[in-house]
């Protein structure tokens, strides 16, 4: 099973990151807002969309590892481009408002993921029971797939043990 991305949210980051690259590489646009504030921002709303970005076909550490590792990368390598595409200076603060956006924003993500979108996927995976044998048994649940099926964090079910076959919706009552 490969790596699928939500395309509506690949789309937004696309955009997101054309209006970055505009908004820092040229000075068509000056914001009213501090240079730290804008990088704050840039970076959390990137590193959040990132995230949401990939489909739950792929393990839950495993977005959030690609998520970590993508943003720190886009946090250090945009500063690098600015210093050689533009003729603003590196700035370390820069790099480190970029990665407290970051890690702000991508907490924020974890958050809403554990408590908004995980919870509505066991209860749509469940029809609206929002429980069972078969969610307390196999614990996560990753974020809803296109076809508004949710599917199960196959990391955690293989470090229990279990095969999806094991269970039957009888056996969730």
């Not at 990132?50 to 990368?73: D, V, Y």
Request: a negative charge.
């Amino acid at each position: 099973m490969g790596a699928r991305l939500r395309l509506p949210v690949v789309a937004a980051l696309a955009a997101w990151l054309a209006l970055l690259a505009v908004l820092g590489f040229t000075r068509l646009l000056a914001l009213p807002v501090g240079d730290k504030a804008q990088h704050f921002v840039a970076f959390g709303v990137l590193g959040a969309l990132l995230f949401f970005s990939f489909q739950a076909a792929i393990p839950r550490r495993r977005a959030w590892a690609a998520t970590a590792a993508l943003t720190a990368a886009a946090c250090l390598f945009s500063e690098a481009l600015q210093r050689v595409l533009t003729t603003r200076p590196f700035e370390w603060a820069d790099v480190a408002a970029n990665f407290l956006g970051a890690a702000t924003f991508l907490f924020a993500a974890w958050m809403a993921d554990r408590w908004i979108v995980q919870p509505r996927a066991a209860r749509a995976f469940h029809g609206g029971g929002g429980g069972g044998a078969t969610a307390t048994a196999l614990g996560r649940y990753w974020a809803l797939d296109p076809d508004a099926q949710a599917s199960v964090d196959l990391e955690a079910a293989s470090e229990l043990g279990l095969e999806l076959d094991d269970f039957d919706d009888d056996d969730a009552s």
